[in-house]
């Protein structure tokens, strides 16, 4: 079965460092989002990409946060500088159609200390 | 400003008895909703789903209906089983705009199902 693949699963920063992120949707999903997740509440997005370009980060914080999905598959999120705030699970998920089921991987549980 | 909300944090069942978890929204934009289960440490996984132009949707043990007019939706789970004991997150996404694509979650429904 295709699975959103994650990594690394934990990562544990201080604060001010640099931190980045990979996710790997399912083969042909054109769509790819990632959220973050803050003990206790949903999922909220951070990014949507269509194919490689990006098509709503109005909840990104682009003053730290950077998004990319360069060839339009493999996407890399990073976080710099990290910030105590940031600690959270980010979740990648893909979709074969704008708007319909998204599919999510393991997450990444960062920690920033 | 919440625009899923599921108000109860937990709920405890019985195996083989029904579940309900209940999920309310506030934007009349909404026109997709789903069901997410989520396991420690894992990402969610994707349940059901049911379009605004229906109002139920079947899939196995699972069931799930909208009420538009009250902008209230239910996940059913017939019977109960142990495995089903995770947190459920209801979604909501409007076809439109430039925010397609973009699931507006709940807080989640802690579900515990004891033999």
């Known amino acids: 079965e295709a699975e959103v693949a994650q990594s690394p699963r934990y990562k544990i920063t201080e604060k001010s460092q640099a931190v980045a992120f990979w996710c790997d949707p399912i083969?042909?999903?054109?769509?790819l989002y990632w959220y973050r997740q803050i003990l206790g509440q949903g999922p909220e997005l951070l990014v949507q990409f269509q194919d490689e370009s990006v098509v709503d980060d109005s909840q990104l914080p682009k003053d730290r946060f950077s998004a990319e999905r360069l060839k339009g598959v493999d996407s890399t999120l990073k976080i710099q500088p990290a910030e105590l705030g940031d600690s959270a699970m980010y979740l990648c998920a893909s979709s074969a159609i704008r708007g319909y089921e998204q599919y999510f991987g393991p997450g990444t549980r960062l920690t920033v200390t | 400003d919440q625009q899923v909300k599921q108000n109860s944090p937990s709920l405890s069942v019985q195996e083989g008895r029904i579940s309900i978890l209940n999920c309310d929204y506030t934007n009349s934009m909404f026109d997709y909703f789903l069901w997410y289960k989520k396991y420690p440490a894992e990402g969610p996984t994707f349940l059901i789903s049911?379009?605004?132009?229906?109002d139920k949707n079947e899939d196995g043990r699972f069931t799930v209906f909208l009420n538009k007019s009250a902008k209230h939706l239910s996940l059913h789970i017939v019977p109960s089983q142990p495995g089903d004991s995770a947190v459920y997150f209801c979604a909501a996404t409007a076809d439109r705009g430039s925010t397609l694509g973009r699931l507006y979650f709940g807080r989640g429904t802690q579900l515990t199902v004891w033999p």
């Open positions: 083969s042909g999903h054109a769509t």
């Open positions: 049911i379009s605004s132009i229906k």
